[in-house]
């Protein structure tokens, strides 16, 4: 009975110092944003489809490659998000990608933005958005919109 009681304790104690806590250590990176602005503005985008980031997203070994070449400053480049609970040094320190180290996917930023929202990162949503208006004023004239 005391054993349950203690446990009871501790666990409202751990609930309510867990609700005190900030709800993510997950954040906007800036680098990234500015990055893909700067594709966008570059016309480095691919005009995909809906749904189509699970085909063109690079897979592990595409990663792992890019970072062996060119590191964890431009692999950060390539993500909307941080995650400060691991090392700028780890691939687990940057969320949100959105290109295939060559171009800006826009299934990429759909996934993003969705993604996002489902987790409660508005300030991630909202940098999604912005990319996707921008990158509907930059597409071609006459090129009709596919989702």
Request: proline letters at 3%; glycine letters at 8%; a positive charge.
């Amino acid at each position: 009975m005391r054993i349950g009681l203690t446990l009871a304790v501790l666990c409202s104690a751990s609930c309510a110092l867990a609700a005190d806590m900030p709800k993510s250590v997950v954040g906007l990176n800036a680098v990234g944003l500015q990055f893909a602005q700067q594709l966008i503005r570059e016309g480095r985008i691919v005009f995909d489809q809906k749904g189509a980031w699970t085909r063109d997203q690079p897979s592990i070994a595409q990663k792992n490659e890019f970072l062996r070449l060119h590191g964890f400053g431009e692999y950060s480049k390539w993500h909307l998000g941080i995650d400060l609970r691991h090392s700028v040094r780890a691939k687990s320190h940057y969320k949100f990608p959105f290109g295939d180290f060559s171009a800006l996917h826009r299934c990429g930023l759909l996934a993003v933005k969705a993604r996002a929202h489902e987790y409660g990162y508005a300030e991630i949503e909202s940098a999604a958005a912005e990319l996707l208006a921008m990158i509907e004023s930059a597409r071609p004239r006459g090129q009709k919109r596919v989702d």
